[in-house]
């Protein structure tokens, strides 16, 4: 089962979907993993971030991916978003393809557009996490 992008920014245990994208805008110079990386675990080194990543975490971080990809490919969010009703499997497998659907874009879009995306899809799920 996986939790709902509202229930998420509830827990005190990862941070808010909307907090890590704004953060990541801030950090598309890197590339869009690294960014993403570095909103939702504070760090792009393993050895920085690895005591201190929880379970919801990883969760956040394949929201995150899915709001991305969802802005880019209509067909990774046709389905809905990620709520309690989502098996593990079944969030792995739109994980998976909001994951291309992503990585395709930014391989053809600049740092600036890059940005912007992480900006839309922060607002995005701000609106989600007060829905």
């Known amino acids: 089962m996986t939790i709902s992008v509202r229930d998420l920014a509830n827990l ?40 201190v990543v929880t379970p919801e975490h990883a969760i956040a971080e394949g929201i995150a991916l899915i709001l991305l990809g969802g802005l880019v490919d209509p067909e990774v969010t046709d389905e809905g978003w990620p709520d309690a009703t989502w098996g593990a499997g079944y969030f792995s497998d739109r994980v998976g393809q909001a994951h291309q659907a992503a990585k395709g874009w930014a391989a053809t879009h600049t740092t600036q557009q890059l940005t912007h995306l992480f900006e839309a899809a922060a607002d995005r799920a701000r609106q989600m996490e007060q829905a």
């Open 12 to 51: 005190p245990t990862a941070p808010s979907v909307s907090r890590g994208l704004t953060e990541a805008a801030q950090h598309a110079s890197k590339g869009l993993f690294p960014a993403l990386r570095h909103g939702m675990f504070g760090s792009t080194t393993y050895e920085d971030f690895a005591t």
